[in-house]
């Protein structure tokens, strides 16, 4: 009598499968514990240091009072009474425009200028003291300089954004172009690409993460110097807005505007890290 020998299946039925609907749920949670639990202690950690000051010190309003203040803040934050007198939107509005139009021209050149300097050796090492010598000039030293040339104070903090933001585009892109394999530089020599082929087909696309990077830091270079340069020129302008309420004792403002700074600062920061993982070939 012949016995029919057991598949594996019949043996062990469990074996083969995924986990089951509670195991995957369980995962699910620690995971997501992982994620949500670290930040949520930070925060934890930070409102409870603040209200230890502010219990120490009566001349620093606490988290409830920054919070109902808050409240008032943004049940209209985009009110007008008048040029000067304006909503925290409004204000922030008008400072990301100049971030835009100063950032904006600030890639208009610096891109180009990066690939031109990391292309070609001789004009990388006629700019090189140049940057070295500009670079780190603090952005406030030239505000006075395009107050100086635009006799007004948008365009001046326009121009100071301009040239505080354009070193981390030139020098990213260049270190880009330099990186790129000499391999391809010699497959384009060979196939005779002229030269614009060579930047479109080869370079842009091996630089783009470089430049990325570059954007990025920019960014968030051009939304601290918007601050500083708005306190001082005034108008409308987060900066201003800071300024004005100080001058106003309302601290609570304050507190509340240090939080809409890192919050839009932040929110740029993260959609150009999207971008930048977008055309990141690497983590293809």
Known sequence: ME????????????????PGRGERLVHGARELAKTVIPPLLGIA???GI?????????????????WDAAAKLFADPFYRNGPNDQGIGWNVLSSLQRVGIGFGFAALVGIPAGFMLGRFNFMNR???????????VSPLAWLPIGLLVFKRADPAATWTIFICSIWPMILNTAQGVQRVPQDYLNVARVLG???????TRILFPAV????????????????LVIVAAEMLTGGV??????????NSLKVEHIIIAIFVIGMVGFALEQMLLLLAKRFTYESR
């Open 3 to 18: 016995i029919a020998p057991f598949s594996a299946q019949e043996v062990s039925p469990a074996l083969g499968r995924g």
């Open 193 to 199: 690409l002229s030269e614009d082929k060579v930047i």
């Open 237 to 246: 302008g987060i900066g201003f807005w800071v300024w004005d309420e100080w």
């Open 45 to 47: 950690l930070l409102l």
């Open 208 to 223: 783009l993460p470089y430049m990325l990077t570059g954007i990025r830091l920019s960014i968030g270079t051009a939304w």
């Open 50 to 66: 603040w209200a230890l000051v502010a219990v120490k010190n009566n001349s620093i309003p606490g988290p409830m009072q920054t």
């Open 126 to 136: 006629m700019f090189e003291p140049v940057i070295s010598l500009l670079r780190p």
